[in-house]
């Protein structure tokens, strides 16, 4: 059963606006929310991260959102850039335990430019 | 600095065959962590390491997997008798604390097995 959930398997945007991607949660008990972002052939690198005690939290051009009531969490780039072309996955880690990811499917995002 | 690395960086094997993957960690990473990402999905939790135990093996999904870590640093995940359905890429990943607290796991490039 899938626990972190990405709905939109794509996304194009044009060069210069935002780009919003979105990841559901199920499991109440994750309290630590990441993003990491995949380039073909490589590892997934660690973007940015929200604990649970926050709503937001920014870094530059990134800034991630966390709806704890409705299990949800975003991720808007502005303005989108070629170079953020790439597949971005949203993962979660519980309270306790190993710390371990839980991954949602990711989102291809596509920056036109 | 050197960040994880892995290797091969891609495997293919024959059905039955074993096969062995290596994962070197960020030096002075306690926690250790092995996924596996099939084609079209999330990479997907296998089992971790705090130094040189093996703390989690709750995502080896046979016993055919097998995972080790003797010295705390370098770690070997191994598969017995390979099935076509453990193509994937498989994701060594790194933090320098152990588990308990929230922190950002480094991953590696991946090691790319395709079984025929």
């Known amino acids: 059963d899938q626990q972190v959930k990405q709905n939109s398997p794509s996304l194009s945007v044009q060069e210069g606006r935002i780009s919003i991607l979105n990841c559901d949660y199920t499991n109440s008990m994750f309290d630590y929310f990441l993003w990491y972002k995949k380039y073909p052939a490589e590892g997934p690198t660690f973007l940015i991260s929200i604990s649970s005690i926050k709503d937001k939290n920014e870094d530059g051009r990134f800034t991630v959102f966390l709806n704890k009531s409705a299990k949800h969490l975003s991720l808007h780039i502005v303005p989108s850039q070629p170079g953020d072309s790439a597949v971005y996955f949203c993962a979660a880690t519980l309270e306790t335990g190993a710390n371990n990811l839980f991954f949602g499917t990711g989102t291809r995002l596509t920056v036109i430019p | 600095g050197a960040g994880v690395s892995q290797s091969p960086r891609y495997k293919v094997a024959k059905r039955g065959q074993d096969v062995a993957l290596r994962c070197d960690p960020i030096s002075g990473h306690v926690s250790l962590f092995w996924y596996q990402q099939a084609l079209g999905q999330g990479p997907e939790f296998l089992t971790y390491?705090?130094?040189?135990?093996?703390?989690?093996k709750s995502g080896l999904p046979s016993d055919r997997f097998f995972a080790e870590r003797p010295e705390g640093s370098v770690s070997t995940l191994k598969i017995q008798r390979t099935q076509q359905e453990d193509s994937a890429v498989y994701l060594c990943a790194s933090s320098l604390v152990p588990s308990g607290r929230q922190e950002t796991q480094y991953f590696g490039p991946g090691t790319r097995l395709l079984v025929l």
């Open positions: 390491f705090q130094n040189e135990a093996q703390l989690d």
